[in-house]
């Protein structure tokens, strides 16, 4: 049958398809629209079953809080290459996610790939996506956060952001400097009291295989080996990390001085380029 440019036009209106994708569903399909909308979609399947084992090492990463700024998400919808990225079309796709992840909270990245988008499901929406730029994309990353108040960060590329929580109501800017500390230092933990045990064990053992190298006696091993651990959470804590816009103080002081009672009670960081 013949297909008019119109009907092209109609379907790429209702699909976001390229013209030629259309023409091409619709000839498939004998000019029936819905079966057409099925053939593009199976398209994007079809690509991302071909391209599943390429690396998604581009794309963007969104913090989102709510209005009251005690629920945020943290998402991240990545793709192959940074010119896919910066498309605006990918870019409206990935707050489009945001937004929905931030309405519905729900518990895992599962969850969120059959939340209603438009019509669809958010993983037949990116499934759709990818059918249109013919390159892998990818839900990478999920996580929600509830506080009596909620920070958010985005670095300027897009491919790094931070959300973290607090105990009680801080000022915006007093947030914000705490969710770039975490953005810029990436800390393991909050402090040493909730740094994962696997975390500890593994570097403990690796003090103490140096130290045998060094040849130090086996009854100061425990001990130095435990020095170097207090060295880890200064490095590597939040709370016992120098505030990095001061340099003099701990972020622990810094909440002290700016926010007497204030504490960080959760937090979730996520780069591309990790």
């Known amino acids: 049958m013949e297909i008019k440019a119109v009907d ?52 963007s990463v969104i913090a989102m809080a709510n209005e009251a700024n005690n629920k945020a998400i943290l998402v991240c919808l990545g793709c192959e290459t940074d010119f896919v990225s910066g498309n605006s079309e990918f870019k409206a796709l990935a707050e489009s996610i945001a937004n929905a992840a931030l309405k519905a909270m729900p518990a895992d990245l599962e969850a969120l790939k059959i939340i209603d988008l438009g019509g669809q499901t958010i993983e037949e929406a990116v499934n759709q996506q ?29 491919k790094l952001a931070t959300i973290v929580g607090f105990n009680q109501e801080v000022s915006y800017e ?46 100061m091993i425990e001990q130095i080996a435990n020095g170097k ?7 590597q804590t939040l709370e016992q990390q120098t505030f990095v816009k001061d340099g003099k103080i701990s972020v622990l002081d810094h909440l002290k001085n700016e926010a007497p009672g204030a504490k960080v009670v959760g937090f979730f960081r996520y780069s591309l380029n990790d």
């Open 229 to 235: 651990l207090n060295k880890f959470f200064k490095e």
């Open 174 to 219: 007093l947030g914000r400097e705490i969710a770039m500390q975490i953005t810029a230092m990436s800390p393991v933990s909050i402090s040493k009291d909730d740094c994962p045990k696997n975390v500890v064990e593994k570097e403990l053992e690796i003090y103490r295989e140096q130290i045998r190298e060094e040849g130090k006696p086996e009854n």
């Open 8 to 59: 092209v036009a109609k379907l790429r209106k209702m699909t976001g398809a390229g013209m030629m994708d259309c023409k091409k569903a619709l000839v498939e399909a004998d000019g029936d629209y819905t079966r057409a909308q099925e053939i593009i979609r199976e398209k994007g399947k079809l690509i991302a079953a071909k391209r599943a084992d390429r690396d998604t090492t581009e794309g």
């Open 130 to 158: 990818i059918g249109k730029s013919g390159e892998k994309h990818s839900l990478a990353c999920y996580y929600k956060l509830e506080a009596p108040y909620i920070a958010t960060y985005i670095h300027m590329n897009n």
